[in-house]
T-cell receptor
Framework: EAGVTQFPSHSVIEKGQTVTLRCDPI?????LYWYRRVMGKEIKFLLH????????ESGMPNNRFLAERTGGTYSTLKVQPAELEDSGVYFC???????????FGNGTRLTVT | AQTVTQSQPEMSVQEAETVTLSCTYD???????LFWYKQPPSRQMILVIR??????QNATENRFSVNFQKAAKSFSLKISDSQLGDAAMYFC????????????FGTGTSLTVIP
């Protein structure tokens, strides 16, 4: 089966610009998660979708971040406007049920200059 | 909130030798899951091993095994007969068995395998 795919793999943008990250979960996985790792620090939870609904978005840092999952399939994470501290690796993961193991994508490395 | 600590930013091991990666966590919950994930360079993160807190027996997956000490809140990963393909960033993670869906990760340990 195809794994979790993320696009782009790398993105370099200037402060103030907008970037949209995309995640395609494994087909049939209702649960989709976004995580972020800032350089040298732990991987932190951003939010969790069950199908198209946001189950938990307690980890979203501020209102510059907007996540969507239209139709319960792929998800996008938009950062607008980007700030320097948004740099890091953004991971997407999916699971079939809430207690199933997570399957991660390769991550998107975002650099804001 | 739960925290996961990996005190070894970098580790190295000679090929065919054994290495142990440390992980401690802090929680007030009694039922939870612990994981070790591996991320090879430029590749996706994959699950190495998983431990349910209610199980006293340490989980084992081929060359990978854990030393789970619930009272000490310690969850170390032992890699036996290390291979070049084991080189990766290793993350320790915690997840509640209750309603919470969040994984809590440590900062990672970068493992180098020396030929």
């Amino acid at each position: 089966e195809a794994g979790v795919t993320q696009f782009p793999s790398h993105s370099v943008i200037e402060k103030g610009q907008t970037v949209t990250l995309r995640c395609d979960p494994i087909s049939g996985h209702d649960n989709l998660y976004w995580y972020r790792r800032v350089m040298g620090k732990e991987i932190k939870f951003l939010l969790h979708f069950v199908k198209e609904s946001k189950q938990d978005e307690s980890g979203m840092p501020n209102n510059r971040f907007l996540a969507e999952r239209t139709g319960g399939t792929y998800s996008t994470l938009k950062v607008q406007p980007a700030e320097l501290e948004d740099s890091g690796v953004y991971f997407c993961a999916s699971s079939q049920t809430r207690l199933s193991p997570l399957h991660f994508g390769n991550g998107t490395r975002l650099t804001v200059t | 909130a739960q925290t996961v600590t990996q005190s070894q930013p970098e580790m190295s091991v000679q090929e065919a030798e054994t290495v142990t990666l440390s992980c401690t966590y802090d929680t007030s919950e009694s039922d939870y899951y612990l994981f070790w994930y591996k991320q090879p360079p430029s590749r996706q993160m994959i699950l190495v091993i998983r431990q349910e807190a209610y199980k006293q027996q340490n989980a084992t997956e081929n060359r990978f095994s854990v030393n789970f000490q619930k009272a000490a809140k310690s969850f170390s990963l032992k890699i036996s007969d290390s291979q070049l393909g084991d080189a990766a960033m290793y993350f320790c993670a915690y997840r509640s068995a209750g309603d919470g869906n969040q994984f809590y990760f440590g900062t990672g340990t970068s493992l180098t395998v020396i030929p």
